[in-house]
């Protein structure tokens, strides 16, 4: 049913399977969004054999598994066809930290920082609190 509602196009789980195994499409859903991949097998990085196992399924874990980088996540708008049919929507999966990838990483070291100042603060004020209470007796 490539039912269109406000000009988006709708598919059904079922639907997006019918292409892959009837038209031989790579086509994939992730994060109910549909995405043709067919012609982009080839140049993909991690490899033709991860979308050809995806394929007609819903393969939002296995693609949030890897941690996937902006520069994949911005490329794959030009593969969507269509969004999942509102009756098979599913809360998105959570996109995994990007350890070990080269994505600027200066957010991260941030919150770690955070984490030892907070104790260090904590330390501190009650190291003054006591200097200045004992001093007055
Ligand atoms: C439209 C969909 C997709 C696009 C545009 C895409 C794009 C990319 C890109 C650009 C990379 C290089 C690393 C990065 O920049 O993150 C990559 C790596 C990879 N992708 Fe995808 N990908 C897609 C779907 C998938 C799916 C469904 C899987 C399923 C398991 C998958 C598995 C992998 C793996 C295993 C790697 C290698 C990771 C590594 O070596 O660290 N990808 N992909």
Sequence with gaps: MANIAS??????????????????KCVIVINNRVYDVTKFIDEHPGGEEVLKEQQGRDASSA???????????????????????PDEVKPPVKPRPLVG?????????GMSWIKLAIP??????AIIYFRFTTGKN
């Design 120 to 125: 260090l603060l904590v330390v501190t004020l």
């Design 63 to 85: 693609f949030e598994d890897v941690g996937h980088s902006s520069d994949a996540r911005e490329q794959m708008k030009q593969f969507e066809i269509a969004e999942l049919h």
């Design 101 to 109: 990838h080269n994505e600027t990483s200066g957010g991260g070291g």
């Design 7 to 24: 000009g988006i196009k709708l598919l059904t789980l079922l639907e997006v399977k019918d292409l892959a195994e009837k038209e031989k």
